[in-house]
């Protein structure tokens, strides 16, 4: 009984951790530009892919993937919100929506254009790609990994933003666009980087799941990115420390549900979202403001 | 264009789409259908997002409940499609009273996400009740039965049907459009706060035009489950309802005509590329880009525009 | 009906430790045109927002025409004729000013909720907005975009929302802000041409000294929560802790 529990919560973790690697990204863009970004599946899967494809042609190295193909995306992400994005923020909510759900369809096809509609197996990661004994059974070191790794790209997060002033600019910027502005922080300028910076995060989150996932598909990005919204509403919208935790609820949840309850692991995941929009709609660690 | 004209253009379409109904073939008679179902959808949906101002996600899972009840009933208690339909609007009618409730209380970004997740908790529930719904397979084997004596069991049969309900359906939006409510509608857009202050309990406004398109949402999915003779669980799913919100925008979201002309554009615009390519998203894609970016009138509001030849005041359209 | 038209008792509102208002008392009469002034921050916005219903009240009771209302919505309230206008413009933008005056007309006349009949056909509804848009000098740009108004003529259509809902008390929250000194002259014009055909009693909150003490009948100075004076123009002008509370800030003609 408790071998099965640590697992489970071991699972869990693991779960919320890779969820929160995608999340993370889509809540910093959220906070600083007000833009609920569906494209950032895309993002994340266009992370996967080139990860994929720069770790196959440099000789199957895993760590030179992770470290080149994000970057590649960045680029994309540099063109989405400069020649795109950066002319919609002042209209209504609907047409943001949907102009970074048009990306989604586009990159979604694009994919399949290039990598083909098929799906693709994932090498493992060496070192990383065994399982270990814990409590007498077998859990994956690479689940282990991410574990790990939740955690410093949150701590990471923290201190770029509230030890540099890189950070100090982006949290002002963020708060009142218009003081930020009059201050003379060229905001325009820290949205593209912040937007650059989110899709960076979304792509390492891709780069990561490609031996998590294990395999590659065109369209991998839409079942992360609503559990991305999940856990990004249930922290409160736009708050990083919120989707962290939301993070680490949504993948226990969902853990634990797959073993207890399987036929209505995914209904719980999404009545615990209506029930904190409706009960704190600026969710665990949102400001009040509305 | 005077109420008069836009009524004879309107009765003109009903009557050349009933001509259609005798002469096309089969293929002509089905993307008619599948045009007027969308248009049903659309319509519908457009009331509550170009006219309120309200995104929802949730309207894919109401299309769905509208053909699960549906089947439901046309599969275990009578093969009368009359009743069959009713039991599919009445379900569809119930969720959008209870999914709404909760869901009007907020606006903007926290009303679509709560829509996401109501929507999505229906979409696990159809997905995952094996016993009941059919899992991802759905239901199958819905029979068409006779509607008062007469068989529809025919795709030309049936096409008079669906014909009927979107006769009904452009007629009673038009009169939604043009009536008082259909006004508050308008104003809660514009300013919400000061229709409160005007007197209007906004909240029941707000379900109630939330509940009016997710009856349509209905009857277009029911009408859809006899169509296909089956239910597909994907329809529920939240990327659903980018269908109708993509029509409207494409035919402009202000206009009463929009989501009609979006429909066939959509419909006649997937099965053109569909032959030439696999990869019809991708075109959607850039059009709705370029939709966004430069001409968020839509095209029948870009046409309006033409033909007044002068800056048309964004927030209305050819209402009366 | 011998019972004032607003009661006020015991009303409390703050912000965390900013009070806004501090167990107020005080009744409004139908018929005596009252102002409310006061420096900035003085609660005078929030005073309304309050009895308005846009803000709860922290504590107290508000009775209208011997009702409370203290929970009631906003939109109940306006039904029983307590309305407010804003003091930035807050119309329907992209409506028409026709359509602007006709969503509170509809509300009054209770045929909002029709959801069929073209409403184009409530001739009786057509008659007031018509009726209110003269009163209000708009009645020559009905058709127009209300956007399109200019600054002045959009402050008197706010107005002319505030009075389609056929309110016997309305608040005004600074209707002149914004305005040119004609524009100014001209909406006064209006508001004592309104307030003497006596449907209406208005409450009106102000910056501009000689607008309140040219217009009022009664001025009621607000400071920091509390009211710390209470009467005719004349008795407030001579009012030694209101001189004091205002120098510096705007001197007393």
Not at chain 3, 6 to 24: M, Q
């Amino acid at each position: 009984m408790l071998q099965s529990i640590v697992h489970v919560c071991l699972a869990g973790l693991s779960q919320g951790m890779f969820i929160w690697l995608v999340a993370s990204g889509l809540t910093l863009i959220f906070g600083v530009l007000g833009v609920l970004n569906f494209a950032h599946g895309a993002f994340y899967m266009l992370g996967a892919y080139f990860c994929y494809t720069v770790l196959a042609s440099l000789g199957d190295n895993f760590w030179l993937g992770l470290i080149f193909g994000p970057l590649f995306v960045c680029a994309v992400g540099y063109f989405v919100e400069r020649y795109f994005l950066r002319y919609v923020y002042h209209l209504d909510l609907p047409y943001q929506l949907l102009l970074t759900f048009a990306f989604v369809l586009i990159f979604d096809d694009l994919v399949k254009i290039v990598w083909g509609a098929g799906s693709i197996g994932s090498p493992t990661v060496p070192g990383l790609g065994g399982s270990v004994s814990i409590l007498g059974r077998m859990f994956p070191t690479y689940s282990l990994f991410i574990i790990a790794v939740g955690p410093l790209v949150a701590l990471g997060l923290w201190a770029a933003l509230e030890r540099t002033w890189a950070g100090r600019v982006i949290r002002a910027a963020s708060s009142d666009r218009e003081m930020a502005a009059a201050l003379g922080a060229k905001v325009p300028l820290i949205f593209t980087g912040v937007f650059v910076f989110g899709t960076w995060l979304g792509a390492l989150g891709g780069g990561l799941a490609v031996p998590y996932v294990g395999l590659l598909t065109p369209g991998m990005g839409e079942a992360v990115i609503i559990e991305a919204f999940v856990v990004a509403v249930i922290g409160g919208l736009g708050s990083l420390k919120g989707a962290f935790l939301g993070a680490l609820i949504i993948g226990l949840l969902s853990s634990f549900g797959t073993r207890f309850l399987p036929t209505f692991d995914m209904f719980l995941t999404f009545i615990l979202m209506a029930l904190v929009l409706l009960w704190r709609p600026q969710g665990f660690f949102g400001e009040a403001s509305r | 264009m005077n109420s008069k004209g836009t009524h004879a253009i309107y009765l003109a379409i009903i009557l050349g789409l009933a001509v259609l109904g005798l002469v096309a073939d089969r293929f002509v008679l089905y993307m008619g259908m599948r045009v007027m179902l969308l248009a049903i959808f659309a319509m519908g949906y457009n009331l509550l997002l170009g006219r309120t101002g309200l995104l929802s996600f949730g309207h894919g899972a109401l299309y769905a409940t509208g053909a699960y009840g549906m089947a439901l009933v046309n599969l275990h208690l009578t093969p009368d499609p009359l009743l069959g339909i009713l039991a599919g609007v009445a379900l569809a009618t119930a969720c959008s009273l209870i999914v709404g409730f909760f869901c009007v209380r907020h606006t903007e970004i926290y009303f679509a996400m709560l829509t996401l997740a109501f929507g999505m908790m229906i979409f696990s529930l159809i997905w995952n009740l094996r016993e009941l719904t059919g899992g991802d397979d759905g239901l199958v084997g819905i029979s068409r039965g006779s509607v008062l004596g007469l068989p529809i069991a025919k795709d030309g049969q049936f096409y008079f049907l669906v014909l009927f309900f979107f006769a009904l359906t452009l007629w009673l939006i038009h009169r939604l459009r043009g009536s008082a409510f259909g006004l508050i509608l308008a104003g809660i857009r514009e300013n919400n706060q000061r229709t409160s202050f005007a007197g209007i309990p906004v909240k029941s406004y707000r379900l109630a035009a939330f509940v009016i398109s997710g009856v349509f949402a209905g009857l277009a999915g029911s009408l859809g489950a006899m169509l296909e003779s089956n239910t597909d669980p994907f329809s529920a799913h939240w990327s659903h309802s980018a269908e109708p919100i993509l029509v409207s925008l494409i035919g402009g979201l202000q206009t009463f005509s929009g989501p009609l002309v979006g429909s066939v554009i959509f419909v006649v615009l997937r099965e053109i590329i569909q032959r030439f390519t696999q990869n019809w998203m991708l075109w959607f894609g850039v059009i709705l880009l370029a939709i966004i970016m430069g001409m968020r009138g839509g095209v029948m509001g870009g046409l309006e525009k033409r033909l007044k030849r002068g800056p048309a005041p964004a927030g209305k359209g050819e209402g009366s | 009906m011998s019972s004032p038209l607003l009661r006020v008792e015991n009303l409390n509102k703050a912000f965390g430790k900013v009070v806004t208002a501090r167990d107020l008392n005080f009744t409004v009469e139908a018929g005596v045109l009252t102002s409310i002034i006061g420096p900035n921050g003085a609660g005078k916005s929030t005073l309304i927002n309050v009895l308005s219903g846009l803000l709860p009240a922290d504590s107290g009771h508000v009775y209208f025409q011997g009702e409370e209302i203290t929970h009631l919505p906003t939109h109940r309230r306006v039904r029983l004729g307590l309305c407010r206008s804003f003091q930035v413009v807050n119309v329907f933008p992209h409506l028409t000013v026709f359509e602007n005056v006709e969503i509170p007309v509809l509300a009054q006349m209770r045929k909002a909720a029709h959801l069929f009949r073209p409403v184009a056909r409530e001739k009786a509804v057509g008659q007031r907005v018509m009726e209110v848009l003269e009163r209000t000098n708009l009645a020559g740009q009905a058709n127009g975009t209300a956007s399109a108004l200019s600054h002045g003529d959009q402050r008197l259509l706010e107005v002319g929302i505030a009075l389609a809902a056929k309110p016997s008390l309305l608040f005004l929250d600074e209707p002149t802000a914004g305005m040119n000194p004609v524009e100014r002259v001209d909406i006064l014009r209006h508001i004592r041409r309104l307030s003497a055909s006596g449907e209406t009693t208005f409450v009106i909150v102000e910056h501009d000294m000689d607008i309140v003490f040219s217009l009022s009948d009664r001025v009621m100075v607000l400071n920091r929560g509390d009211i710390i004076c209470d009467g005719g123009p004349d008795h407030v002008k001579g009012d030694r802790q209101v001189r004091e509370c205002y120098l510096g800030e705007e001197v007393v003609a």
